[in-house]
């Protein structure tokens, strides 16, 4: 329940006055509220919980994020230690 | 998928763990708080891989776990009344009370109904005018946005047959409560990232210098949780007592704040028991007097409530960092998911749950 799942937004409408989105979770389509993110639209990815829209993924940040923790991984092959290479199969 | 596959990456994982062992000299004991977060350590094994100079205890943020005992009891007292459709987060129905639980008493008769969403409740009460509707609002800042909604939707709807029932519970004086303690252990918060989506993360600097440790926002992939683990173990290392944002993808330092806004509204904070840790002053969220015809404590009168724990449990310990789930003796035996004896054996989120359902039955 406390669980918050990303999903794309693939449709936005009206309901009893709120702003919804139909909203695609990998395959299944749920509807969620997005009164709380009023600049979402389709084709965003949101944080959806309990049916609400939390929060809007950004590209930009999930790219550096994923760049840098790249970064050092290729530091750590060049120099060739590792430490838990042995414990993942 | 986008966004979650990528946090998945095995190899990604593996090189953030080896920066994790390089950077850290001596042992540090680190705090999750989310229960979900807890899930994810345990079932990727997680913490099997980390360098063994990082300890790892699972914190409070289960809302079903900590919703305290007088509150489910009321909520079955509720839920029990002939004319009451009551509606819950599904977690909810397992969930041990003194005596029964949800579950029994929708077996005995009583209309008690899963939702998905608090929306659904409401659409529930439009439909079943004759019937009063109850909906068990639990959880932390993140059901919170969520749960409000629901009662100003009401409100616009001219609802007179809904209420809520609240317990709402809140992070940062749960951290306060744990770092305060004389018998603390916790060097480091890993920060719930979906707290932080909805309230930000400016909160926590002031706990973070006022106790001398690290924090780091997480996130809930694999990828998220060792990059929070990574940031705190720099921090520490270096003496820093910092707040880091290891889940910029989702969360922002302010927050949402037209969530915050409509929380404002309808809510105002009070003080809250947590189940099996006792009163956190502050700690919780009630509905604004404004709002008193939707709430289901002011609707139902249920008498005098009188709890019962079991004297076993040792949830509370287990939930401050304690004690681990696999210290408890009545673990995986008078308590597994068919006969629970705490709700951190039932709950989604529960540490217990997690422990049994990924096979922590003994410590390795
Ligand atoms: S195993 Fe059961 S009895 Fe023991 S602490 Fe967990 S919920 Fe309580």
Not at chain 1, 62 to 68: D, I, V
Not at chain 2, 81 to 94: A, E, N, Q, T
Not at chain 2, 267 to 286: L, M, N, Q
Request: proline share 6%.
């Amino acid at each position: 329940m406390c669980l918050g799942v990303p999903g794309k937004i693939i449709e936005v409408t009206e309901k009893n006055g709120l702003r919804m989105a139909q909203v695609d979770f990998g395959g299944i389509v749920r509807e969620a509220c997005l009164e709380y993110l009023p600049e979402a639209n389709v084709g965003d990815y949101t944080v959806i919980h309990v049916g609400f829209a939390i929060s809007l993924l950004s590209e930009e940040e999930a790219k550096a994020s994923l760049e840098m923790l790249q970064e050092i991984i290729d530091l750590e092959d060049e120099l060739g230690i590792g430490y838990s290479t042995e414990k993942i199969k | 998928m986008k966004y979650v596959t990528e946090y998945r990456d095995a190899e990604l994982v593996r090189g953030v763990i080896d920066e994790i062992a390089r950077t850290i000299t001596r042992p540090w004991t680190l705090m999750e708080i989310c229960g979900g977060q807890t899930h994810a350590i345990v079932r990727h094994g997680i913490d099997q891989l980390l360098p063994p100079e990082i300890e790892l205890v699972h914190g409070p943020g289960c809302p079903v776990c900590v919703t305290p005992l007088e509150q489910i009891d009321r909520a079955l007292a509720i839920a029990a009344k002939p004319d009451v459709i009551f509606c819950s987060y599904g977690d909810m129905l397992r969930v041990p009370g003194s005596t029964v639980d949800l579950f029994s008493i929708r077996a005995a008769g009583g209309d008690v109904r899963v939702i998905y969403t608090p929306l659904d409740a409401v659409r529930i009460a439009r439909d079943n005018p004759d019937k009063q509707v109850v909906f068990f609002a639990i959880g932390f800042e993140t059901t919170a946005p969520a749960n409000v909604m629901s009662v100003i939707q009401a409100k616009n709807l001219g609802l007179k047959n809904y209420s809520i029932l609240v317990s709402h519970v809140c992070v940062p004086p749960a951290t306060h409560a744990i770092l305060g303690s004389p018998d603390n252990r916790v060097q480091g918060f890993l920060l719930a990232g979906h707290v932080c989506a909805v309230m930000g993360y400016w909160e926590y600097s002031p706990i973070a210098e006022q106790y001398g440790i690290p924090m780091s926002v997480t996130g809930f992939e694999p990828l998220d949780i060792v990059q929070g683990i990574l940031a705190n173990v720099q921090q520490l290392e270096a003496g820093k007592t910092d707040v880091v944002n290891a889940y910029p993808r989702a969360v922002t330092f302010d927050g949402n704040k037209p969530a915050q806004k409509m929380i404002d509204k309808v809510f105002v904070a009070c003080d809250r028991k947590w189940r099996g840790i006792g009163t956190i002053p502050s700690s919780g969220w009630e509905l604004r007097p404004e709002f008193d015809e939707f709430n289901a404590e002011k609707r139902f009168d249920v008498g005098e409530i009188t709890t019962e724990e079991s004297p076993l449990c040792i949830a509370g310990e287990i939930l401050r960092g304690l004690k681990k789930p696999n210290d408890c003796v009545a673990f995986g035996n008078e308590c597994n998911p068919e006969h629970p004896l705490g709700a951190t054996m039932v709950s989604t989120e529960g540490a217990c749950a997690a422990y049994y359902k990924y096979g922590r039955g003994v410590e390795l």
